[in-house]
């Protein structure tokens, strides 16, 4: 079984869904565009409310970002405009989503660099200075994205591994 690739169409119940690889939540995420309707279905890739988790080792931050800008293609080149996540409501501003969730990714990249620069060496000391904000229970999920961040940094040669 060759599973599904980037194109492939799948048409059921007169319903056509365009299979778009989006690696980064877990490497083997998956989102569905929709033409008919210029919507996508984006799974854990962009959430309805808040943002998704990075889940290092399997999911990767390269690759995420990669996945966010081809979901932004899909609303330049296409003419998506409406999200439809794994979790939470639907999204009206499809390139609105992808924008934010870039933004997000840049800020936190920023946020993880100055922590490591400021002496913060471990996930753990990484995840309580940037995260200090955020909800105790969420930072298990935070440590994974820190992970992946962490990881990213080194090997795009920003920060010591």
């Known amino acids: 079984d060759e599973g599904l690739g980037a194109g492939d169409v799948i048409t059921t119940g007169g319903l056509e869904l365009r ?9 083997d995420s998956l989102s569905f565009h929709l033409p008919a309707d210029r919507a996508v279905l984006t799974g854990d890739t962009i959430l309805g409310r808040g943002t998704t988790v990075v889940a290092h080792p399997d ?3 390269g690759d995420y970002l990669d996945s966010l800008r ?5 609303t330049v080149d296409d003419g998506v405009h409406t999200v439809l996540p794994g979790h939470g409501p ?10 934010f969730y870039l933004a997000h990714r840049a800020h936190r990249l920023a946020q993880v660099e100055t922590a490591v620069e ?44």
């Open 118 to 161: 400021a002496g913060h060496r471990t996930p753990s000391d990484v995840v309580a200075a940037v995260y200090a904000d955020v909800d105790r229970s969420l930072w298990p999920a935070a440590e994974l994205s820190v992970r992946a961040q962490l990881e990213y940094l080194t090997e795009h040669g920003l920060i010591q591994g």
């Open 59 to 61: 999911g990767r931050l």
């Open 19 to 27: 299979v778009v690889p989006t690696p980064g939540h877990t490497a």
């Open 70 to 74: 081809r979901l932004r293609s899909l």
């Open 90 to 99: 639907v999204l009206e501003d499809a390139q609105g989503a992808v924008e």
